[in-house]
T-cell receptor, first 111, second 114 residues
């Protein structure tokens, strides 16, 4: 049962433009959400997180938005850079050890 | 420093071999994790150690045996593996088990079972 869903397997964006990655979840007990970036043959790198008590968190070029009523979060990357080309995983936890991951979205930034 | 190191980077082993994967972190984190990741799939949790004690085993076959010798080290002992166990094995750590504490991942060990 996939509790975290990333429905877009891939995203192509031009360098300098905004990348928007989406994530939906079904478990209403989730109260902490994270985004990870992964290059091939490497471990995931933590990018940014948000607690359910907030609706927005910003860190440099990365902003995460949370809409609890819709059980939806998104990651905005502005401006997109070639080094942002990677697989992005959305993850969620319910005050517990376990991270539930989405299937990932492959982002390609075109020059 | 948010570094988790893993050795070896690559490992090829036969189904009758015994090998070990090693993970180390010096961030003072008290929770450590083993994940398995297949190509184009998200990481799957295998084990969680909290304060050097095994707290979670996600129904992992006994041919995988974790060990936490101290708060900085985590091992995964492998024995009699199957070809389908070939995957990227990731170690992660966090400040403690529980919500609000990001897990930091190592680069992984690419395991091939022949």
């Amino acid at each position: 049962d996939q509790q975290v869903k990333q429905n877009s397997p891939s995203l192509s964006v031009q360098e300098g433009r905004i990348s928007i990655l989406n994530c939906d979840y079904t478990n209403s007990m989730f109260d902490y959400f994270l985004w990870y970036k992964k290059y091939p043959a490497e471990g995931p790198t933590f990018l940014i997180s948000i607690s359910s008590i907030k609706d927005k968190n910003e860190d440099g070029r990365f902003t995460v938005f949370l809409n609890k009523s819709a059980k939806h979060l998104s990651l905005h990357i502005v401006p997109s850079q070639p080094g942002d080309s990677a697989v992005y995983f959305c993850a969620a936890s319910a005050n517990d050890y376990k991270l539930s991951f989405g299937a990932g979205t492959t982002v390609t930034v075109r020059a | 420093d948010t570094e988790v190191t893993q050795t070896p980077k690559h490992l090829v082993m036969g189904m009758t071999n015994k090998k070990s994967l090693k993970c180390e972190q010096h961030m003072g984190h008290r929770a450590m994790y083993w994940y398995k990741q297949k190509a184009k799939k998200p990481p799957e949790l295998m084990f969680v150690y909290s304060y050097e004690k095994l707290s979670i085993n996600e129904s992992v076959p006994s041919r995988f045996s974790p060990e936490c010798p101290n708060s900085s080290l985590l091992n995964l002992h492998l024995h009699a593996l199957q070809p389908e166990d070939s995957a990227l094995y990731l170690c992660a750590s966090s400040t403690r088990r529980g919500q609000g504490h990001e897990q930091y991942f190592g680069p992984g060990t690419r395991l091939t079972v022949t």
